[in-house]
């Protein structure tokens, strides 16, 4: 299963050649390659996927996205009666 998670890029820099950025999920910042987005800049939001943007996406559609992967942890803990490892 492949599983891509919405964030806003924060900040982006050349790494020797390679476009890469600060995306912030929901609070959780990483490092990412925006090598396949190169119309990615600060303030867009992307789809990451294994530290790779694959495609730009508006905001409402990234907050709708994360609201339902919070949603979706949420189910997991109230039916496990504790959130997963």
Do not use: K, N
């Not at 959780?28 to 495609?55: K, M, N, S």
């Not at 907050?63 to 959130?83: I, Y």
């Amino acid at each position: 299963m492949c599983l891509g998670i919405p964030g806003r890029v924060l900040e982006a820099h050349d790494d020797a050649g390679l476009q890469m950025a600060t995306v912030d999920s929901g609070g959780v910042r990483r490092e990412v390659c925006l090598d396949y987005t190169p119309g990615a800049a600060v303030g867009t939001y992307v789809i990451v996927h294994v530290g790779f943007a694959i495609t730009e996406v508006d905001e409402a559609e990234a907050r709708r996205t994360l609201d339902v992967l919070r949603a979706m942890a949420d189910a997991v803990e109230t039916e496990l009666g504790e959130p997963l490892p």
